[in-house]
């Protein structure tokens, strides 16, 4: 049997990256240097909470967006952080780290002759500084700055549509996206699940014209394997025109 996808997309952070570790980390030190305690569970079950509604207002940078949410979180958690201080929020992001797994599959779907995607809800830079982390090359690569929009709006996955069919040129491609789990930071893992979660990289299926693969209603694809080492779900199919 063949295989059922040509194209796999990824969200980033939360799936290929742990935000969690650098988001919680970041707190944690920055509350400690204004002589304030800060568990990380605590900042991290706030941020959840409260980023998807600062980045469902009017489009504005990613870098602003993780500033305005360390501020909220912040004052949610009674410590008093300095809004130039919250703006390091962002700079901390390009040394978050892999998740141990991340590259191995990587590189086994790569060899298996996968084209692999990032739809990420950041800025250009931001990716950029991170995609340093993979050992493999990604063909696709999809950010909130470059569509002015953040999921789970589908603009990334209109775009990423028209690209792929653009590069297909009259060849049909069947691609899948990979998405984390819907914000419960820490807890989804807690309960015994797999799934990784991050309020920004949260995505729902895309409304173009797909239907749920056999893959997609029974969790399992060709690459089962890969993709369940790598902790993601597929969420829908397409084939573009």
Known sequence: MGRLYDVLTFDCYGTLIDWESGIGRWFEEAAAADGAEVAQSDALAAYAEIEPSVEARAYRSYR????????????????????????????????????????PALER???TGYSLGILSNVDDDL?????????????LLITAQQVRSYKPALRHFHAAR?????????????????????????????????????????TSSPTWRSRPSAASRTGSTDSAHDLKRMDCRPVARLAPS
């Open 64 to 103: 602003e967006i993780l500033a305005a949410t360390a501020l909220h979180v912040a004052k949610r958690l009674g410590w008093s952080l300095a809004p130039e201080r919250a703006s390091t929020l962002a700079e901390s992001l390009p040394s978050w780290q892999p998740f141990p797994d991340t590259n």
């Open 109 to 111: 779907l790569a060899t």
């Open 127 to 139: 990716l950029s500084s991170t995609l340093r982390h993979f050992t493999v090359r990604f063909d």
């Open 162 to 202: 028209e690209r792929i069919g653009t590069a297909a040129g009259s060849t049909r491609l069947r691609a899948t996206s990979t998405t984390s789990s819907p914000p419960t930071p820490s807890a989804s893992r807690s309960r015994g699940s797999t799934a990784r979660g991050r309020p920004a990289d949260r």
